[in-house]
């Protein structure tokens, strides 16, 4: 019995083999570790010694290890790969592995490469569908019985056909044009009468998705209905491929990392482990277009330039009228991303979440109006400076659960992802019209503060 | 087939056939429908149209409900309920919802209710674990076999003690003393030769888990080795059950919403759904906390209110540096918090990923300190004001970089989710100390900036 590897020994151990090119105790060593962990191993090696590990490795191990490397890691070992040996290689990956690699490299090179491959015409149907799509995340390695056979019959075809452990657990039941017809699984083929039909045994009522549906409804609806495995049929309705629950933990995981990555203003490829350079690359552009929204903020102080000059004192309350204005509001852009993400925000029930939204807006702005405005007539010793803060804040809480949930809901109705830059867009709108308040209404009162 | 339910259909002809006391067409719609559906319709009911609708479910229609209620919901469902019904209905849920149920009531009421639950052997050991853990994850429901057993016999004895679906497609086995050996699936039974002993078909090498093991590690481990289904073990070795991958992909979803949450300042039980009640409650007592920091953001730029009189375009820089310094910082925290969630972060990760990011923490600060300090010099006309405002960009930028490092790594040292509050206490930093930068700077050279 093992539990999680730390591959901190095992990394320390093969480097020392490597650098003593000491070839069969390190092969040994490879070869007792779980492909994820040699992929930490080799994440974790100098340049140099990472071609002397992939010539230790089979055809067959760079495959596994090729399945459980970052993007930036695979990509740059299939580029130092002669085009012969990528064929042979991918002709061991999984199929969604050798789809990713084929998209990734340029197009003459995948069709060269495709015309090598042994798995050529299992993959080549894949390659026309969108990678995060249930077409781009379905394998066509499936088991299919016919609705007329007995459950011995279909046992003895298992034991005769020996399909893979990823493929055996749902059998799918076709009818002669390759429609889907239901699903048994193979406990109730175990279980039941050795005489029974199939279409005595088989679930006729069968949860399908097209081959466009995108991968974030998928895992939704995996989770929903507690599957573990999904059929995907095309528009006719006929048997495409097959999602697993294992491939579908990768896509929670993944659209989680995305939705938490495009609030802060992140593309999806960054990560812990990205070079110096593409996290630079990544970041700048983005804090640029950051920058120019600080700078629409900077704009509106610039217009109150006089009322500072004159009371100062309206700065101190500038961070605090923005920064709880922000933080509210990502409170709800947050509630609201995630809400629709996982599939819970249904037709009519945007309403529904804007109205309580703005009450709790209201709520908070009196709560937190009526505390700052306080602290500023204690302050100040007037009746206006309480007015003015207190009134800001007020307006700013609304406006937080008014943009919080209006932002994103906007973002999905013209159809792009409501966490893209919906934290900055929304701190952006609470910074500028907080200013706006809070300087606007000094302005106002100005004989009044000084 | 069926593809994902709208049940906006199902909620208006529910509601018209509750209304109308219309009880067998609406039992019929009811049986018609997933669970999950049924969950959705319940929650979008009327307060009088609820006890109607659970009137009509039987127990065990109740106990597949409860399994897919929002924990809000399933509490007053509960609550409702004689303490003889629960017991009944509990028998018939899963496991692992039994025992949240069992643990949010009354303990007393826990013990009555347990003591009527024919079901107790099984649920009883499940309650002295937590939640989060891999004790609190696993099912006891599993199927054993012995190492000297032949496959044919294996088979015999499945169709003899048909297990239940959730339970048949890995089997374990066991030594006379219940620790685990091995681990043979239900597709290796089938395919092998009916003489082979299935110590010859099982695979010694398991990966399990103890039953202290927090569910986040459980989910990385079954994603990183892509298992469908994960032994617990005691201290001893000995088997206590199996955590199935349906399970973890809810645990995914549900660590991914917590720690955006965190992040934002939220707790883990508000939600699109929560009532106004429970969220006011939930988001405002943070939200004071954030006004403290806010306050000494504030109270910074109250030391410095003589120089913002005296030079009040200082003011139209506080929101550029102290924004883009707390954006630059969100995109470092939200990458170092996803990747120790993710379990990216090693021993020995921490100083890499904190050099990595003080190095961009440069570059960003050179890039956008040249940028805005050359504005500032272009409006002000004069050198003083390019230095004050670039130099305090440079330093946010910097300072970004480090904390955004340090504090989500800080709070894993300390044992708190690297989550909680790391995103309002870094922007709390970074207006603080960017004021500080920004009017400290103009204060030492007030005489070059009037």
Same mark, same amino acid.
């Given at each position: ?21 000491d070839v069969q105790p390190a092969i040994d060593l490879l070869e007792g570790m779980h492909p994820a962990d ?50 042979? +290689? @991918? #002709? !061991? *990956?999984?199929?969604?592995?050798? %789809?990713?690699? &084929? $998209?990734?490299?340029?197009? =003459?090179? /995948? ?61 799918? +039941? @076709? #009818? !002669? *044009?390759?429609?889907?017809?239901? %699903?048994?699984? &193979? $406990?109730?083929?175990?279980? =039941?009468? /050795? ?63 995305? #939705? ?30 950051n920058l120019a929204a600080m700078a629409l903020a900077g704009g509106i102080v610039a217009l109150f330039e ?122 952006s709108f609470t910074d500028v019209l907080g200013f706006l308040f809070l300087l606007g209404f000094g302005a ?7």
């Amino acid at each position: 019995m093992t539990t999680e590897q730390d591959t901190t020994a095992d990394l320390a151990c093969l480097q020392e083999l490597l650098q003593g090119d000491d070839v069969q105790p390190a092969i040994d060593l490879l070869e007792g570790m779980h492909p994820a962990d040699q992929a930490d191993v080799f994440e974790a090696l100098d340049e140099d010694d990472q071609p002397k590990m992939l010539a230790l490795l089979s055809g067959e191990g760079i495959a596994h290890l090729l399945g459980h490397l970052e993007d930036e890691q695979r990509s740059s070992v299939v580029e130092e790969m002669p085009r012969a040996t990528l064929a042979r +290689v @991918l #002709d !061991a *990956t999984d199929y969604d592995v050798a %789809v990713d690699i &084929l $998209r990734a490299i340029p197009p =003459a090179e /995948a069709v060269m490469t495709l015309s090598q491959m042994s798995t050529a015409a299992e993959v080549t149907p894949l390659l026309g569908h969108e990678d995060e799509s249930a077409g781009g995340l379905m394998t066509p390695g499936y088991v299919t019985l016919h609705r007329d056979m007995t459950t011995a019959e279909a046992i003895a075809y298992l034991r005769a056909s020996k399909p893979l452990a990823e493929e055996a657990y749902y059998l799918y +039941v @076709l #009818d !002669a *044009t390759n429609r889907l017809e239901g %699903v048994v699984s &193979l $406990r109730e083929l175990v279980v =039941a009468d /050795a005489e029974a039909r199939i279409e005595d045994v088989m679930q006729a009522e069968t949860i399908a998705v097209t081959t466009e549906t995108d991968q974030e409804e998928v895992a939704n609806l995996m989770q929903r209905y507690r599957l573990r495995s999904l059929p995907v049929v095309d528009e006719g309705g006929v048997l495409s491929g097959v999602i697993t629950g294992d491939d579908i933990m990768a896509v929670i995981q993944e659209e989680a990392t995305e #939705d938490m990555y495009y609030m802060a203003g992140l593309p999806g490829d960054d990560s812990l482990h990205a070079s110096l350079l593409l996290s630079a690359r990544r970041r700048i552009p983005w804090l640029l277009l950051n920058l120019a929204a600080m700078a629409l903020a900077g704009g509106i102080v610039a217009l109150f330039e006089g009322t500072i000059a004159d009371a100062a004192a309206l700065a101190v309350f500038m961070p605090v009228i923005a920064g709880q204005g922000g933080n509210a509001g990502i409170q709800t852009v947050t509630i609201v991303v995630r809400g629709i993400a996982l599939g819970e925000m249904e037709k009519g029930d945007a309403w529904r979440v804007l109205r309580k939204e703005i009450v709790l807006g209201v709520i908070r702005g009196v709560l937190f109006g009526v505390l700052v405005g306080a602290v500023a007539f204690a302050w100040q010793g007037e009746w206006a400076w309480g007015a003015v803060v207190g009134g800001a804040m007020l307006l700013n809480m609304i406006v937080a659960g008014l943009l919080g949930t209006f932002i994103p809901i906007t973002l999905r109705a013209v159809k792009l992802d409501p966490a893209i830059a919906s934290g900055v867009l929304l701190t952006s709108f609470t910074d500028v019209l907080g200013f706006l308040f809070l300087l606007g209404f000094g302005a106002l009162a100005i004989s009044q503060l000084t």
